[in-house]
């Protein structure tokens, strides 16, 4: 397939995905699913971009670059129109690149996570415990009158037992919603850390209660293999304009980076970054950001890999 949209530079500049390469980069570039504004198709191909301006990517918290054991698998070739059509054609391109690389997808919109758990729990034999920033809850049972879609998958991925409910963690939560789509993942025995809850709260030591109860959980049921979906839209629109559905009062770039510096030793399997839309950035803003977490991301788990060696 030959879709315009669809990148052709790398994250970080790495070069094409071997079977050398440990971690991998891939786009999805989706965005049949979104309830506002489109345009997250675009995503990979910005985030890449604003990723070059790491220079050589050493990571100043953890002092290491992904670079030398990173590689690009390009964007997945997907259907573009049927969202049933896409996450069948998606699995068994992503279950090829979780068997052979640890794995950051950048995305599109937020309904390439629901395939990507089913992969990753076909791989692992197991449900997953995932962390996810959102300012939406996505535990609608509903997308508007249809079935599925990008407001979906959390319901959706507890209900088909994907994920191990009490290691549900969602942080920056603040949209409009009933009580029963706000608390649902409470209510199965997980963990919220609303907007609300997590204002003031930025520096690693302010933070330190969140991430004491997130290891605590994880603890608590062995260290299942953890999940990272990072929709973008968790941070206020003050950080992060170009997505296709803002709101404000959220968190903030630092906040973020400040959890994934230091949960970074979890055992993280994968992450995904979703929602960028570059039509409605402001000086590549949120680009910069989404390419800075996924940055973060992969050199955390250099630095978790080198530690594990030593």
Same mark, same amino acid.
């Given at each position: 397939m030959n879709f315009a949209f669809l990148s052709n530079n790398a994250f970080l500049k790495a070069p094409p995905v071997s079977d050398a390469t440990p971690f991998a980069v891939a786009g999805v570039a989706w965005d049949g699913s979104v309830t506002n504004r489109p345009g997250a198709r675009f995503g990979p191909r910005a985030v890449r971009e604003a990723s070059h301006m790491l220079c050589d990517a050493t990571h100043p918290h953890f002092d290491t670059s992904p670079l030398g054991q990173l590689g690009d698998a390009g964007d997945l070739a997907l259907p573009n129109t049927s969202l049933v059509a896409m996450r069948e054609a998606m699995?068994?391109? *992503?279950?090829?690149?979780?068997?052979?690389?640890?794995? #950051?997808?950048?995305?599109?919109?937020? &309904?390439?996570?629901?395939? @990507? @758990?089913?992969? +990753?729990?076909?791989?692992?034999?197991?449900? @997953? *415990?995932?962390?996810?920033?959102?300012?939406?809850?996505?535990?609608?049972?509903?997308?508007?009158?249809?079935? &599925?879609?990008?407001?979906?998958? =959390? +319901?959706?991925?507890?209900?088909?037992?994907? =994920?191990?409910?009490?290691?549900?963690?969602?942080?920056?939560?603040? &949209?409009?919603?009933?009580?029963? #789509?706000?608390? +649902? =993942?409470?209510?199965?025995?997980?963990?919220?850390?609303?907007?609300?809850?997590?204002?003031?709260?930025? &520096?690693?030591?302010?933070? #330190?209660? =969140?991430?004491?109860?997130?290891?605590?959980?994880?603890a608590a049921h062995g260290h299942p293999p953890l999940y990272l979906s990072l929709d973008i839209d968790c941070l206020d629109p003050a950080f992060a304009p170009g997505t296709g559905t803002p709101e404000p009062a959220g968190m903030s770039s630092a906040q973020v980076a400040s959890v994934l510096e230091e949960l970074a030793d979890l055992n993280f399997v994968g992450m995904d970054c979703v929602e960028v839309a570059p039509a409605y950035d402001h000086a590549e803003l949120t680009s910069n950001a989404a390419a800075n977490f996924v940055w973060t991301y992969l050199s955390g788990r250099v630095a978790a890999t080198r530690s594990r060696a030593a």
């Open positions: 699995m068994p391109l *992503a279950e090829a690149l979780i068997r052979r690389h640890h794995m #950051a997808w950048i995305g599109g919109d937020h &309904s390439i996570t629901l395939p @990507l @758990l089913r992969a +990753y729990k076909a791989w692992f034999g197991r449900p @997953l *415990a995932v962390i996810h920033f959102d300012a939406h809850c996505d535990t609608w049972q509903d997308h508007f009158g249809e079935p &599925s879609g990008h407001g979906t998958w =959390v +319901y959706e991925a507890i209900q088909e037992g994907l =994920v191990q409910r009490e290691c549900m963690v969602q942080l920056g939560i603040r &949209s409009a919603g009933t009580r029963d #789509a706000r608390e +649902y =993942v409470q209510d199965q025995g997980g963990l919220i850390f609303t907007a609300r809850a997590l204002r003031g709260l930025e &520096s690693p030591g302010q933070l #330190a209660p =969140v991430l004491r109860a997130i290891r605590a959980r994880m």
